[in-house]
């Protein structure tokens, strides 16, 4: 296992703390997977679709023996397991498990872009990003995640959630 990916989870139906341990647990379960870090959990108001419940969000850093295109099918079968359930793009759902990023890889493909498209301009994934990986660098702007975070034009509320309530 000498790969290093950062895994974006978020979730705002039914139990969305559970909802977010419970993905996790699912990773770390594995064998293949090991978590290394994990941010704060955040209360996040939703980006892009606006009209539903806010989140609950967290960004997790894992080593993985698997190759980005396994990760992905292993994450997606993991949310199939918490029932995912999504009718509209950004909509409402029960967990959603998104790599950030893998390695330094820079992958454009019909499945899956590394790193994550939306990355930049999601201040739900920049604060927990930058809590775990202030220095990590972006292998396409060339800029850390503080620096990205610095410049970032979100004005959605992202409120870190007191460590006792996780």
Known sequence: MDNIS?????SNQG??????????EHICASGHS????QSSFYHTEPWGYRDQDDF???VIKIETSLSP???????QGVERKL???QDIPWGPRTIDLDILFYNNDILESSQLTIPHSFVCQRGFVLHPLE?????LTHPVYNQTISQLLDSLDDDNQVIKLPKERT
């Open 6 to 10: 950062y895994i974006g989870i978020g």
């Open 15 to 24: 139990d969305p703390l559970t909802n977010c341990t419970v993905a996790i």
């Open 34 to 37: 090991r978590l290394l870090d």
């Open 56 to 58: 609950i969000n967290l």
């Open 69 to 75: 295109l396994d990760l992905l099918s292993f994450l």
């Open 83 to 85: 029932a995912k359930k």
């Open 131 to 135: 809590e775990i990986a202030p220095h």
